[in-house]
């Protein structure tokens, strides 16, 4: 079956610094990738679509120069958080459409601490 | 705009007995519904999907959805829940991307489901 990675699966940085999560599809080429955002006993929020060579689509409301999403093949989505704040403490979830239609994989997501 | 509701936060149910978890939608055109499952700090598994064609589908893990176009509702049901069926649970849909232009799916806020041993 479709199987997509994320790494790091959690990370925690100081204010101020930058974090990269990675997302892979390790077993099917994905032209389109989502990104979401979930809090504690939430669901899951979309925060942008990417599309290999193209720019990313962002959700209304999504800072597009605080969340840097790069989909340079089509097998990797990276979701670069720049500046982070503790705001910005979350669980970040990735997604892959895949060769079945209409359907998602997901990633086991990054959980995000920012001290 | 599409929009999905999950009316129960939890659910509790025995082991064994059959076990709903309900959901309703909003969509433009036809919907595409899905179930996830999420398990704590991982991410969500694909359950099953709704298209078109019979109103019961089965889905992985022996869950099954029953779609009502008139109630715009797509309740997982499971004729015996385990244990192990213990997670949250979350509906999901889009519409056609002819109709919306997007491929995204919108949430419903989730269901935790508890299954007692």
């Known amino acids: 079956g479709a199987v997509v990675s994320q790494h790091p699966s959690w990370v925690i940085c100081k204010s101020g610094t930058s974090v990269k999560i990675e997302c892979r599809s390790l077993?099917?080429?994905?032209?389109?990738m989502f990104w979401y955002r979930q809090f504690p006993k939430q669901s899951l929020m979309l925060m942008a679509t990417?599309?290999?060579?193209?720019?990313?689509?962002?959700e209304q409301g999504v800072e597009k120069d605080k969340f840097l999403i790069n989909h340079a093949s089509l097998t990797l989505s990276t979701l670069t958080v720049t500046s982070a704040h503790p705001e910005d403490s979350s669980f970040y979830i990735c997604?892959?459409?895949?060769?079945?239609?209409?359907?998602?994989?997901f990633g086991p997501g990054t959980r995000l601490t920012v001290l | 705009a599409q929009s999905v509701a999950q009316p129960e936060d939890q659910v509790n149910v025995a082991e064994g007995n059959p076990l709903t978890v309900k959901c309703t939608y909003s969509?433009?055109?036809?919907?595409?519904l899905f179930w996830y499952v999420q398990y704590p700090n991982r991410g969500l598994q694909f359950l099953l999907k709704?298209?078109?064609?019979?109103?019961l589908v089965k889905g992985s893990y022996g869950f099954e959805a029953e779609f009502n176009k008139s109630q715009t509702s797509v309740h997982l049901k499971k004729p015996s829940a385990l244990v192990s069926d213990s997670a949250l649970y979350f509906c999901?849909?889009?519409?056609?991307?002819?109709?919306?232009?997007?491929?995204?799916?919108?949430f419903g806020s989730g269901t935790r489901l508890q299954v007692q041993p």
């Open positions: 999901a849909v889009r519409g056609s991307p002819r109709d919306t232009g997007r491929r995204a799916l919108t």
């Open positions: 990417s599309n290999e060579g193209s720019k990313a689509t962002y």
């Open positions: 969509v433009s055109g036809n919907p595409y």
């Open positions: 997604s892959a459409r895949g060769d079945l239609p209409d359907t998602q994989y």
């Open positions: 077993d099917f080429q994905a032209t389109t």
């Open positions: 709704y298209i078109t064609g019979d109103n």
